[in-house]
Nanobody, 121 residues
Framework: QVQLVESGGGLVQPGGSLRLSCRAS????????MGWYRRAPGKLRELVAG???????NYADSVKGRFTISRDNAKNTVDLQMNSLKPEDTAIYYC???????????????WGRGTQVTVSS
């Protein structure tokens, strides 16, 4: 069993900051990519930021320069520092990771349950 658990969402005023954290746990053999997606009301889920096994990162154009993704391979965690938040950043944010379990040869995408981020005055 593998679980991704997010934390750190909440309500923040425009221009404020939040930090999201996600930890993967369970019978993990190896982790490839880790990242954050979001789904705003009435919109499709989109990639916000991701990092692969080699440490490369990528960001949605809408968050470049404002959000920073960081990963701790020793702790199986991925964080998302969000600065200069805008109302359009309001969404449910989901942690995602591509993981190989102990005893398996398959790489599987796992998802957290999501954490709400609301940017409003």
């Amino acid at each position: 069993q593998v679980q991704l658990v997010e934390s750190g969402g909440g309500l923040v005023q425009p221009g404020g900051s939040l930090r999201l954290s996600c930890r993967a746990s369970g019978n993990i053999f190896s982790i490839n990519s880790m990242g954050w997606y979001r789904r705003a009301p009435g919109k499709l889920r989109e990639l916000v930021a991701g990092t692969n096994g080699g440490g490369s990162t990528n960001y949605a154009d809408s968050v470049k320069g404002r959000f920073t993704i960081s990963r701790d391979n020793a702790k199986n965690t991925v964080d998302l520092q969000m600065n200069s938040l805008k109302p359009e950043d309001t969404a449910i944010y989901y942690c995602n990771s591509n993981i190989r379990r102990v005893g398996s040869t398959q790489w599987v995408d796992y998802w957290g349950r999501g954490t709400q981020v609301t940017v409003s005055s």
